[in-house]
């Protein structure tokens, strides 16, 4: 059912959000069948990517990493993404009294996970760590994850249109600041208690 609702919210996202709203997850199904599965995609991606082809910039000279060093990041930052999933939905549940919301955790998180979708199954180009091809993926990404997040409050959140722009946009800043956060722990992490360590390309 899952996947059923991963591809309809690709293909007619206003009418699947609907769909989903009728059907009842638990916190714990959430986590364990979509999270685990979805965080694992950019995680196992940037792995093969960094360890196997290499990161460029440019894609003349392509750098590795070594299996020993990547393998902890790689863990850290599908960790990282479960935090970042289970905080943006307890936040979205925290605010949603503000806008005359008044759902479930488990609703938020749902709202969370199929919004995320478009970003966790861009990290399928971490296969070819090139930062200008991951740069340009992860932006169609995010302006698809933008778009599926305006019109699920809606649906999700059982709000009026002009309230739910405004929750949307509040969600919305949630986000950008916890991926920001999220890249500056990376990188802090890379620096000191997960050292990454290189070979030749």
Known sequence: M????MMGVFYHPKQEWRSIRKE?????HVFLAQISVLAAIPAVSLFIGTTQVGW??????FVKLSVASALPAALAFYVAMW????FIAWSIHWMEKTYG??????????????????LFLSGLAGLYPM?????????????????????????????????????ATSILTVGI??????????????GTFVPLTYTAG
Do not use: K
């Not at 919301?101 to 996970?113: A, D, I, K, M, Q």
């Not at 600041?177 to 890379?190: E, K, M, P, S, Y």
């Open 83 to 86: 935090v970042a999933v289970g």
């Open 177 to 190: 600041c916890v991926l920001v956060g999220l890249l500056a722990a990376t990188a802090i992490l890379w």
């Open 24 to 28: 009842h997850y638990s916190a714990m």
């Open 131 to 167: 930062l200008w091809f991951n740069v340009i993926v992860g932006m169609m990404a995010l302006a698809y994850t933008i778009y599926l997040l305006y019109t699920g409050v809606p649906e999700i959140m059982q709000i009026p249109e002009e309230r739910a722009f405004f929750f």
């Open 56 to 61: 460029s910039l440019g894609g003349s000279e």
């Open 101 to 118: 919301g008044n759902v479930s955790y488990e609703e938020c998180l749902v709202l969370t996970t199929f919004t995320a979708t478009p």
């Open 2 to 5: 899952f996947l059923q609702h």
